[in-house]
C-alpha cells in the first residue's frame, strides 16, 4: 500500500533555531500534501496544504513565515519551522492521497508524525 | 461552525462486546467523504473506514462499521467484538468535495478504553 515516510521522528532544539520536517512518499506520486499539528490530547489541526510546483496554501491563523512549507516534487514535502520557540512545542503530522487509484477515495496516507520540542 | 463533531471525550467498553463512537457532520456540499481514523499512543495515524456521500450502503471492513444517516449528517462508528489492542484515540474526518485533494477535517476525537 501506500507509504509516507516522515522525519525525524522525534526532535528537539533550542529556542531560536530552525527545525525542518520531512515527508516523502514512497511507492507514489502525491500531488498534494497536507500539513497537521496536534497538541496533547487534542485533534489534528490543518495547518496548510502543500501543493507540488505552487506556493502553499495556509488555513488562517497559521503564520506563513514562521511554518516555510516547500513541495519540490512529487514525492517530497518540507515543512520548516523557523525560529522555533516553546510553544511551537508538538506534535506535527503529514499526509497525502496518491495521484491515482483508489487510495484516491479511500484515505490519505499518513507520515509517523514529528514530535517537535523546543526547550 | 463546527464541521465535525464528535460529543464523546472518553469511552469504555468491555472486552468482546460492541462499541458505537458518535460522530456528526455538517456542510452543504452534495459530495463529501467520511472517514475515521485511530491513532494509537505512538501518535500514527491508521486509516479504518470510508463512507462516500453517494454510497448506498453501509461501508464495512472487517469489524468496523459505519451507521450513515445521511439526513441527520450522522456518521457514527460501530467497532464489533472489542479487543484490547482497539483502545485508542478515534478521529472522524470529513472530506468536502468528490475529491481527495481537498483537505480532510478531524473531530475532536474520542478516547476508546477496552476493559479485561
Known amino acids: 500500500g501506500a507509504v509516507v515516510s516522515q522525519h525525524p521522528s522525534r526532535v528537539i532544539c533550542k529556542s531560536g533555531t530552525s527545525v525542518k520536517i520531512e515527508c516523502r512518499s514512497l511507492?507514489?506520486?502525491?500531488?498534494?500534501m497536507f500539513w497537521y499539528r496536534q497538541f496533547p490530547k487534542q485533534s489534528l489541526m490543518l495547518m496548510a496544504t502543500?501543493?507540488?510546483?505552487?506556493?502553499?496554501?495556509?488555513e488562517q491563523g497559521v503564520e506563513k513565515d514562521k511554518f516555510l512549507i516547500n513541495h519540490a516534487s512529487l514525492t517530497l514535502s518540507t515543512l520548516t519551522v523557523t525560529s522555533a520557540h516553546p510553544e511551537d512545542s508538538s506534535f506535527y503530522i503529514c499526509?497525502?492521497?496518491?495521484?491515482?487509484?483508489?487510495?484516491?477515495?479511500?484515505?490519505?496516507?499518513f507520515g509517523s508524525g514529528t514530535r517537535l520540542t523546543v526547550v | 461552525a463546527q464541521k465535525i463533531t464528535q460529543t464523546q471525550p472518553g469511552m469504555f467498553v468491555q472486552e468482546k462486546e460492541a462499541v458505537t463512537l458518535d460522530c456528526t457532520y455538517d456542510?452543504?456540499?452534495?459530495?463529501?467523504?467520511l472517514f475515521w481514523y485511530k491513532q494509537p499512543s505512538s501518535g500514527e495515524m491508521i486509516f479504518l473506514i470510508y463512507q462516500g456521500s453517494y454510497d448506498q450502503q453501509n461501508a464495512t471492513e472487517g469489524r468496523y462499521s459505519l451507521n450513515f444517516q445521511k439526513a441527520r449528517k450522522s456518521a457514527n462508528l460501530v467497532i464489533s467484538a472489542s479487543q484490547l489492542g482497539d483502545s485508542a484515540m478515534y478521529f472522524c474526518?470529513?472530506?468536502?468535495?468528490?475529491?481527495?485533494?481537498?483537505?480532510?477535517?478531524f473531530g475532536s476525537g474520542t478516547r476508546l478504553l477496552v476493559r479485561p
Open positions: 456542510t452543504s456540499d452534495p459530495s463529501y467523504g
Open positions: 499526509s497525502a492521497a496518491p495521484e491515482k487509484g483508489p487510495g484516491r477515495t479511500y484515505g490519505y496516507t
Open positions: 474526518a470529513m472530506r468536502e468535495g468528490g475529491d481527495s485533494s481537498y483537505k480532510l477535517i
Open positions: 511507492d507514489f506520486q502525491a500531488t498534494t
Open positions: 502543500s501543493n507540488e510546483g505552487s506556493k502553499a496554501t495556509y
